[in-house]
């Protein structure tokens, strides 16, 4: 991928002017996330030693505060796997063990995310949405939030896309030593959290509809070989803990809840099978616009929609646990519209489904995968869909970029054109300075632990 001067130079400016606003966000005075501080001092007792892997110090803590006790921080391994916290380590090593040194690698990450957004949009799309997506990115509440707290999600999400990037180009330019690179990112996706295994049925579905000669490759069946090949050791690190106990046991402390791969991947199939059994565009346009219109009227998203158009609405954010948690499975389409009214052009964006051929569903499938995983999961919150977000941002540079174009082509006259484009540029101005609004307003305090 090349990149001219001109763009690297914009590029460079979008990233340095997120890092600025990020640190600014982490100096802030705020409190610390019990995660933040498990993997804070985690990371330095892996400095010390590196098969010290618990956070079962934080008992007597808890106990002292007379909070219940989570199951998982009396276990002698914790339930997450390692990467993160090696990551810690090593910038403890580098920088000492202090909390302004272990916010340099979630927010690094998150930076990453925003060349990784542009690298995507800019291979999918060209230049123009590559860098409104890095804009979108940058600007994220999402992204930002994660990327000043000391959590996992930054870094998870950028394995993440980084191993769907490379399965793409694989599958796109026959270039199938590109999975041997998916592999690897995929098993850092997977030593970092175990959503990373998402990749997987992501991975099988894009080569599945775009390349199905990949199958053929002995290139191909190396990038999963790959990714367990990196995730062994932590396998063996669990069984020589628990023993023979060890699924038991990660499904105990991850409340992992069997039906919720098998009804992601039966909604993911279903939704590609009919786009493919209705032979005109007419009818796949018509399926899609009756599944969106059946999320955005409940009206649980309605309201989000209303609050989204308050200018002055700041959406909730704080310290009770479990504040999400009971909320319809509508929650992060309502979430999303209102941190950013540009997911509204994401969600649109869905209907380039209905178009043969199209690249947008490149970036369609691994949010469906994604949004679908958690949705049914529950225990709802926005750090949880920071990858899904991170491509629903591509495709909102992507679309609103082709109504742009649209307008241009479709207009009758340049009295016309210009009328239309000026009310267009309004409300991408609207949703801008909204955007600003809510990182301002939230997530640059820091003061949060459930957002």
Known sequence: MKINGPTAIFLAVIILAAGALRFAGFNSPHGMTWDEEFY????????KDPFNYNCRFFTEIFERSNLAVPEYISEPLFKHPPLFCYMLAAAFKAGGATYETAS?????????LVFVSFTLGNYLFGRNTGLAAAILTAIDPINWACSEKIWMETSLAVFMWLAVYFIIKAAVEKKYRLYYLAGIASGLAVLTKYPGFLVVPIGFTIVAIEDRQSFRSLNFWMWPVITMVMFAPWVAWNISVYGDGIMSKIAFLHEV??????LSAAGIAAALIMTRVLKTQAARSALISILLIFVFSRQYVLDGIVNMLNAAYIPLAGWKPGMFQYKPWSFYFRRLIELSPFYVFAFAGILFLAKKGSKEKLI??????????????????????????????????????????????????????VILRSGFAIILAYAFLRILFVDFAVVISNDFSYF
């Not at 469906?368 to 049914?376: A, D, G, N, P, R």
């Not at 529950?378 to 991170?390: E, M, T």
């Open 40 to 47: 804070v001092q985690m990371g330095d007792d892996l400095g």
């Open 104 to 112: 340099i690698i979630p927010i690094v990450f998150g930076l990453l």
């Open 257 to 262: 809840k069997p039906h919720i791969i098998a």
């Open 364 to 417: 369609i499938i691994p949010v469906l995968w994604s949004l679908l995983f958690f949705i049914i999961w529950g225990s709802y919150q926005s750090r949880y869909i920071l990858f899904a977000s991170a491509g629903l941002l591509i495709l909102s540079a992507r679309t609103a970029l082709w109504c742009w174009d649209k307008i241009g082509e479709t207009a009758r006259s340049t009295t016309t054109m």
